[in-house]
């Protein structure tokens, strides 16, 4: 331990802690705005400056140590002085129109300076020139960048995929994507993780939100809501509600109030994925030879954009089952619009996701098994949030609603789709079934969860067939177990593989919390959703039962195939 004193406080922390840590842990503030800990810690901004007594300069606390017998103050006329001159430069640079940014509101840097009091800045505004293809799902402004490197570190560090780097010289130092490359030419799998880790508004997803009010103010059309299982987790916390008001039924509600038709729940496809992913797998135990193992879960379009660009020879060893985004808008636009005795063109499917890169896998050509576009539109957790705020409703005094059926039954196996490992053990839930006609205990497969290494792997017995199964998620893991499986270091029978870490719970459509990660905590809650869940297994869901005996015939059958199943290689980039 050593023994410092800040603010005329004596405390005692371990060696070796920073400065910043140090006077957090003693509830002491130190504004900041690129530091993120274990990520980035190079000082960039130096809003965290602060004073040390026998030192002439300012010093950064995010990634100085605190030191015995350190004398520290953090709100020193010269460190005020030097924090405001600091902000001040890093405004003249950015594009401080807040009231027409996604993040107003939820933006490090308007805090500080709404803290600091700064209300005009005495620096001439130099804002760089920039151009960016705004079709695509992720958008980058340049205007806002503060140069900060969050996107780069994390983009690195965690995803392994060195999209994005330094660019120009000098005062036009910025980032932008590496290689000289724009970014539908960059090895971009569009997971998200730097929008949800940039401190500002430089980097957000293509807003949709206008598509989808043009829908709903037009008559002719059906206009129909699905939430992905990760949604439920995590809908509320931009908007000030507790996980217990945020509750699934309440958002049915929100959006019925808004003018939606019909309101399902994809975890009713979850469910029909598990059904078909199942069933594939099951196949391949009894037919396949041992070099097509292991299979690979599909689920997933970042992880796909992965493997295409990066290990297209591990391509083919894809499961060949749609997401169940894409599964629910096929049975939507063909067996549901039977149901209701339409025309599918007059039903438009909007996709609640947790994820960016959903976006980009509604767009893919070959996806359109109903004839029509089979999914409209998605709108990520933050578009979501946005588009009930605009409405103006009173959330906490709606009375909960429930799904409208048969597409808005789940099971509980369903909705751990949401977080790591959960499609893992959804999916041996249903093959144990298939396999043995039994149900086993569907707490059996847990020990694909909690892990902290690179990958998490796991046996299992099966009727007597013992399964190695493996589990990894973001994709500097994901890339690793790649790489082990390819120089045959390892051998699994299946895979489940997540751009994003900890999965859909911690996507990147998922509200911003500054320097905080939720998606632990929000596993946790789709965990005990599951636990709660008076129907744990997929093929037990009685309108998955429906849909095979209506409509579909049976797992892999023709017409499931032609719905329900993909050509990963066919997909085009962009």
Known sequence: MVNVTINDKAIQVPDGT?????????RIAIPHLCFLKGLNEIGACRVCAVEVEGLEKLVPACNNAAEEGMVIRTNTPKVRQARRVNVE????????????CTRSGNCALQTIANDLGILT????????????DTSFPLIRDAQKCIKCMRCVQVCDKIQDMHVWDLSK???RTTVDCSGNKTIT?????????????CPVGALYERDDTKEVLRALADRDKIVVASLAPAVRSSWGEALGLTHEEASANRLVAALRAIGFDYVFDTDFSADLTIMEEGSEFVQMLKDAPAERFPLFTSCCPGWVRFAKMEYPDLVPLLSSAKSPQQMFGAILKSWYAKIL?????RIYNVSFMPCTAKKYECGVSVMNGSGVRDVDVVLTVRELDRLLRSESIDLRSLEEEEFDLPLGLGSGAGVIFGTTGGVMEAALRSACFLVTGKNPDPDAFQG??????SWQEARFDIAGRSLNVAVAHGLKNVRQLCEAIRNREVRYDFVEMMACPTGCAGGGGQPIHDGVEMGEERGRLLLNLDQKAPIRFSHENPSIVQCYEDYLGKPLGERSHHLLHTDQARWELW
């Not at 030419?185 to 880790?197: M, Y």
């Not at 005795?341 to 063109?345: K, Q, T």
């Not at 694909?448 to 290494?453: F, P, S, T």
């Open 18 to 26: 920073t400065i910043l840590e140090a006077a957090q842990m003693n």
């Open 89 to 100: 430069l890093l405004l003249s640079q950015h594009n401080a129109r807040c009231a027409e």
């Open 121 to 132: 800045s005495p620096y001439h505004e130099d804002q760089p020139d920039f151009k960016w």
């Open 169 to 171: 010289t000098g005062s």
């Open 185 to 197: 030419e960059a090895s971009c799998t569009i997971c998200g993780q730097c929008i949800t880790h």
């Open 341 to 345: 005795n339409v025309e599918p063109g």
């Open 448 to 453: 694909v969860r909690n892990y902290k290494g």
